[in-house]
């Protein structure tokens, strides 16, 4: 087992600074020229082959070892959120509007570190490493337009990796679930159409607001009466549009919202109950419903045999961290894309340090974290590829 200490030690702060200056430019979605460009030169300067525009704006840097073996994937996502900056810090956002709140920056960073280290393992390195930083995960979008451009082809991976900071543990936790960590959403629009009419004269008109109502109310039978009492799901609706005026029953009304689940058929189960509950309410209601379903994101599920390997190598080289297995969020990641197309595992660091005030959470105005799990993280992720690449 390599000894990554030296190396974390060594170039921590020279790590932190770069997740500031990531940290103080900001960019969103798709548009990422200066983090693009930041993270493609790095790649180029350790000698990795680099490809750029993978998926509009994702970067690829591939670390070939100078023997045979299996491909890891490592993932980092590289966008940031449109949300103004509360932190009263040097490093704070210097874009009106933008802020890097859930720890992307770190990401970027934490992965840069890991292709540093392992660069220079290269002779003993009986493999590659495919490093992907991927635009776009805050739009749920990003793994999606770099597999159409081709990013799982030339070498295809055997295997994915990615870890993400958790600032709802302390600095010193990993949370690594087997199956599926997190969940597979969808949304949906239902479209209540009725007629309009005089509010003094409801008996001439077909209320849309009042079917859309009862909607709204049947909704919630699909998660305790369609489900298995051992499934789990949620269906919320989070907008009802309908109207404007005090005295005019409007034509339409306009309900939109959310559904989670863990499993592919549950998903499917709670868009076929969304689906009857609003025709059928509607038409007994004199209106009709037009239901339009989109499944934005697949479950992320991880592999117990990748997770047991990943435990072990986290044991020895940091036996001081709590490792936690009993975990699950509705929360959803398009990192569950890599790990449908090769087993592996994702991983949250913790990263909070409530003395020191960074411990609010993912997509706060004011959400930090402790810069220490920088290293950290970086020899956990090395160390785990290192295990399958490097004798
Ligand atoms: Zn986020
Ligand atoms: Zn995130």
């Known amino acids: 087992m390599i000894d990554f200490e030296p190396q974390t030690a060594a170039r921590k702060d020279a790590w932190i600074a770069r997740r500031r200056d990531l940290h103080r430019h900001p960019e969103l979605g798709f548009e990422l020229p200066r983090t693009a460009g930041i993270v493609a030169t790095e790649l180029a300067r350790l000698g990795l082959e680099v490809q750029t525009r993978i998926g509009q704006s994702g970067v690829v840097g591939l670390l070939a070892g100078e023997l045979d073996g299996p491909t890891i994937l490592v993932r980092a996502d590289m966008d940031?959120?449109?949300?103004?900056?509360?932190?009263?810090?040097?490093?704070?956002?210097?874009?009106?509007?933008?802020?890097?709140?859930?720890g992307h920056d770190?990401?970027?960073?934490?992965?840069?570190?890991?292709?540093?280290?392992?660069?220079?393992?290269?002779?003993?390195?009986?493999?590659?490493?495919?490093?992907?930083?991927?635009?776009?995960?805050?739009?749920?979008?990003?793994?999606?337009?770099?597999?159409?451009?081709g990013v799982l082809r030339d070498p295809v991976p055997d295997l994915?990796?990615?870890?993400?900071?958790?600032?709802?543990?302390?600095?010193?936790?990993?949370?690594?679930?087997?199956?599926?960590?997190?969940?597979?959403?969808?949304?949906?629009?239902?479209r209540v159409t009725g007629q309009g009419g005089h509010g003094a004269l409801p008996h001439q008109a077909r209320d849309p607001i009042v079917a859309a109502s009862n909607i709204v109310v049947a909704l919630q039978t699909i998660t305790s009466r369609n489900l298995g009492p051992f499934d789990v799901g949620v269906v919320s609706v989070t907008e009802f549009k309908a109207g404007d005026s005090f005295n005019v029953?409007?034509?339409?009304?306009?309900?939109?919202?959310?559904?989670?689940?863990?499993?592919?058929?549950v998903i499917d189960l709670l868009g076929q109950g969304l689906r009857k509950i609003a025709e059928g309410v509607a038409g007994a209601l004199g209106c009709s419903a037009e239901v339009q379903i989109d499944q934005l994101m697949i479950p992320l599920v991880n592999s117990p045999e990748v997770n047991a390997r990943l435990r072990s190598v986290f044991a020895q080289v940091q036996p001081g961290v709590k490792l936690i297995s009993d975990f699950r969020t509705m929360a959803a990641e398009?990192?569950?894309?890599?790990?449908?197309?090769?087993?592996?595992?994702?991983?949250?660091?913790?990263?909070?340090?409530?003395?020191?005030?960074?411990?609010?959470?993912?997509?706060?105005?004011?959400?930090?974290?402790?810069?220490?799990v920088i290293p950290l993280a970086a020899e956990l992720l090395a160390s785990a590829v290192a295990s399958y690449v490097i004798q």
Request: aromatic share 10%; hydrophobic share 45%.
């Open 249 to 265: 029953i409007p034509a339409t009304a306009n309900l939109r919202g959310t559904i989670r689940a863990f499993q592919n058929e």
């Open 334 to 372: 398009d990192m569950s894309y890599f790990l449908d197309a090769a087993p592996g595992a994702f991983f949250f660091v913790g990263s909070a340090n409530p003395e020191r005030g960074l411990d609010n959470p993912h997509h706060h105005p004011r959400f930090d974290f402790d810069e220490s």
């Open 80 to 102: 940031a959120l449109p949300i103004q900056e509360e932190n009263e810090v040097d490093y704070a956002s210097q874009t009106p509007g933008k802020m890097h709140a859930c």
């Open 160 to 190: 994915a990796l990615g870890l993400h900071l958790w600032n709802d543990s302390p600095v010193g936790t990993v949370v690594l679930a087997d199956g599926a960590m997190m969940a597979a959403a969808g949304d949906f629009s239902i």
């Open 106 to 149: 770190g990401h970027t960073t934490i992965a840069l570190a890991v292709a540093e280290m392992l660069s220079a393992y290269r002779s003993r390195m009986a493999g590659r490493v495919k490093f992907v930083f991927q635009p776009a995960e805050e739009l749920g979008r990003g793994a999606a337009a770099m597999i159409a451009d």
